[in-house]
């Protein structure tokens, strides 16, 4: 194969090669290399870490089904790492097809830490308006949310009393897609409440929040699947996360060569003849 | 009329709720929050129109069998059958083990993860055909990419510690300053275009007229 | 809450400040007071309606020294009187009765001093720059490619006969680059009926839908091409991001349009649709103010409008003397802000943080 035929290469080789090596590390775990938390993501520990025992927080699960690779794993390690410190959780959703996954969360790591939902923790659901929910639970979270995923009247549920707005909880742990998510949580609830706050977000996003990083609005931060593997290194309990790391090595080192294959390919193009 | 009233409405909700973020007052405030739960309410009720038009679309391409009418079918199927799953099974729809819950995890929830895993392919496909290492920009651009591609994955650290210090230093100063630069010059465009909308200078997306 | 006597001891151990708190709505009053070495594990707060009794409030943990007294129970405008009682019982200890405090509510919130500064300073220079134009100055403004473009795109496919795909973003109606996109299709949807091209616009939101089509039919009533208008035009898709992705695909492989116009907020898509429109040869303009979609615009699209520019457009397009007046008012305070950020480093690295913290909004 010489450089021009590499110019006109098939894009379905490059889709096979980036398959192959995704799924092979998945099946037989190679292990290339262990993963070294961040600074960032040992700001998102060390907040929810120094929080008093019991203490009430509120997660929102701003995702859906389409990035439950990068976001499903850090929520699941963060309501982890929440119950083992037995916090009391309050669970939102904002985009309408993340209360299932927030039930499956909450469900799945409830049963492992022996937490009974509506005492412990409990999952209000979805509700649309993006900001304007931010904004109206300001108000009354109670007026927002008046009954939670399974229809019960929050003012039924043991975990809910007592709580009317931000003002009572310690901690707001967001794990988001995009929008509604970090940057309007920061805009609507931190800047103007002054609720710490800590998110797990895609890798493609979390450049983005930086600057709150920088400025202490977000006091950790999570950036994808590679983010979500350091924080489940540092509740010590490796799980989704961890297992994906290897794949994404490979895959990250095979688009770097992939620049350069497809820069090589350009050079070796010949010139166009001049008339 | 017809052109002056949404104007007018416009102005005075744009003015009212630009003053109510800095009014704390309940003679404000009270009405802020109530305008704030009407536009959910709005929201919620644009769905119904959303649906009659999807299914006044399909609906008319199956009877007209035009180009690939059986996949209207399909689409037609999946949107009445989740929708009438999810009322038979009422609030009961989020329990486990529910026919809803059944879909959502069998069908929606691998195949909307399957788009977004797309994207891994598409970029590497993009990365092979369209970056092109055609000025001293681009160069920087380039190296500036590997370093991040490969700090930001254990196998950075594992060639060397040097390669995430550098991606996060990349990450926390060049790409935040730039980051912050756009971001600034993104947020006086919003404030520009929105203060057009609530003074009536732009009223091209009204109805039949240009702007001011 | 433990019960206590009714009448508790005026003078106390150590003073209790009670202030109405600041830049609320009223109904909360905030205590401060400096706990003494030897504090009681819990204080109860009790307070009093002027000529009233007292009554516990809440327990407070020994330690603290500030709280924030928000009770449903608390009017606007009456006279309150606050002191801590410890717990367990010690009067020698409790703090003194604080002054009375009568809670109000603010008309301004001074925390938010600073956003009102530099969006009043933007509504002077706007009002100045659009007296400007009335009075017939002009502005002139550099040349952006992509909008250039645009006319010639919708030429492209005119010539090809093919059509012209316009994406307004995955945003719902309230979203500012979706509103901007709806007022760049109007001016698109007056070439598309001026040439006669085929126009397709897919929408995941039925209020932008709704919009879109109004805009649409509004256009081609503009160049007198009502006739021309098909209602079919805009369509609404599904909400579901993923979903639309793939619909809009689908759309752009089985129809081919030769040109793709993808003008809003875009998230994770970006690429899937900037990949599929190349792989169908369209020419394919992108803007959007979503900075961590940007790079793939710029890599996957022949031309890209990047944050402001994509705002700037619709005034570009119009050339309309007002709009272009409200754009030179943005530069003018970007310049403003320039000099002030430079200024606040200077003084931060001189050891005077004081400009960067008036600017802090937390």
Redesign the interface.
Known sequence: MNLESLSR?D?RW??L???LL?ILPLAFGFH?????P??RSRGFYDAIEKLPEGSTVLLSGDY??????ENYPMHLAAARHLMRRNMKIIALALY??G??LT?QVL?LVGAEFGKKEGVDYVNL?Y????E??M??MG?SIPRTFPVD???IPVADIPVMKGIHNY?QFSLLVNVS???PGTKEWVQQV??RY?LPMVAGV????A??Y??YL????LHGLL??M?GA?EYEALIERPALAMRG?DA?????????L??L???L??LGKKPARKA | MKREIPILITLITGLFCLVGFFVPHPFVRLLYDDIQQWVIVIVGATYVLGVANLLRINMHQVSQKSPDWPYKIVLLAGLLGMMAIGFSEGVRYADDGSKFQWMYNRVYSPMSATMFALLAFFIASAAFRAFRIRSFEALLLAIAAFILMIGRVPIGNAIHPIIPAAADWLMEVPQNAAKRGILIGAALGVMATGIRLILGMEKTYGSGEGSS | MTVLAVFAAEAGAFPLEAKDTPNDGGKSVTLTWAPPAEHPAHWTLVRRERGGAFAPVATLDGALARYVDEAAALTNGASYEYQLVADPADPPRDSEVSLPVVPSPDWLDSTKANVLVVTGLFFIVLFFTINQAHRGRRWTFRKIPGLVAIEEAIGRATEMGKGVLYIPGVQDIDDIQTIASMILLAQVSRLTAKYETKLSVPTNSPAVYTVADEVVKSGYQDVGRADAYQGDMVRYLTSEQFAYVAAVNGMMLRERPAANLLLGAFFAESLLLAETGHSIGAIQIAGTANVHQMPFFVVACDYTLIGEEYYAASALLSNDALLLGSLKAADTVKLVLIIVIALGCVLATLGNPSLGNWFSTQ
Do not use: C, W
Not at chain 1, 32 to 36: M, N, S
Not at chain 1, 64 to 69: H, K, L, Q, R, V
Not at chain 1, 248 to 256: E, G, N, R, T
């Open positions: 290469l894009r490059i889709f090669a980036v398959g995704v290339i290399a262990p993963v070294e961040s600074p859906d089904p389409s990035t439950i690779a309408p097809a209360p299932p039930d469900h659901g509700k649309t308006g993006n304007l929910v904004s109206s108000s995923r399974r229809g003002e897609a995009g929008f931190v800047s002054h895609t890798a493609v996003s450049p983005e930086y600057p920088q400025t202490g609005q950036g994808g590679a593997a790391m994404q090595s490979l895959a990250h080192v095979f688009i770097a992939m620049i294959l497809g820069n390919a350009f």
